[in-house]
């Protein structure tokens, strides 16, 4: 399993206040945490025509990134599934906190500001960890948004202690049942304890890219 998860809501919940503060909390116990943010606007990133970058856009090219000193800007046409972008990009953080994205399969805890909308959370569930409401709910783990102590020691728990192993095959996310993902984290692991500089890995990742069978 990916270490992310997404927090979901509508409009003007206070989603981005809740999420700023629970990161905050986890950065400041040592952890290294990605914010992915979906919206709705286009084109937030103009480029007068005749640039480098426009001009390799322009010739077809998937994927072009435009390095600056301080910061990187990736152009991804075609928009990449939620997946495969915290797979391939930020695989190194040590969890990927993602605002929006109601419609991906991530695990998500949902801001809720109204009650005809905590009604409709609830008959949907799929994927829900958890609800941030103003008192408890029955059957459903709860976080009041005045504690955000409590849901940051929540995620702690749940995504940043205890091994886990993520899995894509030709571009395409595969679940591993828990015992597999043991599997495959304990002979990972035992293959580069045996090698030089193996002995302390705490976070290792592998690439692999198997010669397709031209016969």
Not at 35 to 43: G, N
Not at 115 to 142: I, Q, S
Not at 171 to 181: H, I, L, Q, W
Request: some cysteine; hydrophobic content about 40%; aromatic content about 8%.
């Amino acid at each position: 399993m990916l270490p992310a998860l997404a927090f979901t809501g509508f409009h003007n919940v206070g989603k981005t206040t809740l999420v700023r503060r629970v990161v905050s909390l986890l950065r400041e116990r040592g952890y290294r945490v990605g914010v992915v943010k979906s919206t709705k606007h286009r084109d937030l990133f103009p480029e007068p025509p005749g640039k480098d970058t426009a001009l390799y856009r322009g010739d077809g090219l998937e994927l072009v990134a435009l390095m600056e000193p301080e910061r990187a800007v990736l152009f991804w046409e075609g928009g990449p599934p939620l997946e495969e972008l915290i797979f391939r990009l930020l695989g190194g953080w040590d969890l990927v906190v993602c605002e929006g994205f109601k419609e991906s399969s991530l695990p998500k805890i949902e801001v809720v500001a109204r009650a005809p909308d905590l009604e409709r959370v609830l008959e949907e569930r799929e994927h829900l960890l958890a609800v941030v409401w103003r008192e408890p709910v029955e059957g459903m783990r709860t976080f009041s948004p005045q504690e955000p102590e409590a849901l940051a020691d929540f995620v702690e728990e749940t995504f940043l202690k205890g091994e886990w192993a993520a899995l894509r095959i030709n571009g395409r996310s595969v679940y591993m049942k828990p015992f597999v993902e043991r599997v495959v984290v304990n002979t990972l692991m035992g293959l580069v304890g045996s090698l030089k500089g193996g002995e302390e890995a705490e976070k290792v990742e592998l690439l692999l890219r198997v010669p397709r069978n031209k016969g």
